[in-house]
């Protein structure tokens, strides 16, 4: 941070304010403290009879893969709101929205995924202008080597999972940085 959003000073300095137990950007000029909190990645899980929707991303990162319909929440909007506002983005897709899902923290990447389940209103969808393509996938279909990021992954494994044991409970975890492979085990370079 080089400048306060509050002052305009360049006088930004990191130290623990009083009263709170960790470094933040505090202003020199005006007090300010800078607080810097994760984003909030919403979306949902679009069920169609057996079939789920997916996405494959037109953007970066991780262009060309598959993807449930998702991205960051707004300010002034609602977690709902927000993965409502990104199916009909990426999947042109209306969605009746069904109960909180998956809550995946990533505090590595300070970020963290609330996923909603949610049944398709009617068959018409399509690619948004962040989707290439979307599609309705059986699960012995889905492009387990293809999806985009660890967080769909997850959530997908836990959605089939369910959906055979029959019941779908609000599953919270977190997705930690992956340790580097030993060098025995990466293959030759």
Wanted: aromatic share 8%.
């Amino acid at each position: 941070m080089k400048y306060c959003s509050h002052c305009g000073s360049d006088r930004i300095e990191r130290r623990v304010p009083e009263g709170d137990t960790l470094a933040r950007h505090v202003c020199a000029n005006c007090g300010t403290i800078h607080y810097q909190n994760p984003k909030v990645v919403v979306g949902c899980l679009p069920e169609w009879g057996s079939r789920v929707l997916l996405c494959k991303r037109a953007i970066e990162p991780r262009y060309g893969l598959w993807t449930l319909p998702a991205g960051f929440l707004e300010n002034g909007e609602t977690v709902v709101a927000g993965a409502l506002r990104e199916t009909m983005e990426e999947a042109h897709a209306r969605v009746h929205m069904g109960e909180l899902y998956t809550l995946i923290s990533l505090p590595q990447i300070n970020q963290v995924y609330m996923m909603f389940r949610a049944t398709l209103a009617d068959l018409d969808f399509g690619p948004g202008a962040e989707s290439l393509e979307v599609r309705l996938f059986d699960e012995a279909e889905i492009p387990w080597e293809s999806l985009a990021f660890r967080t769909i992954v997850r959530t997908l494994r836990n959605f089939f999972l369910d959906r055979k044991l029959g019941a779908f409970p609000v599953r919270v975890s977190a997705l930690e940085r992956r340790p580097p492979l030993p060098p025995d085990l990466r293959g030759a370079a």
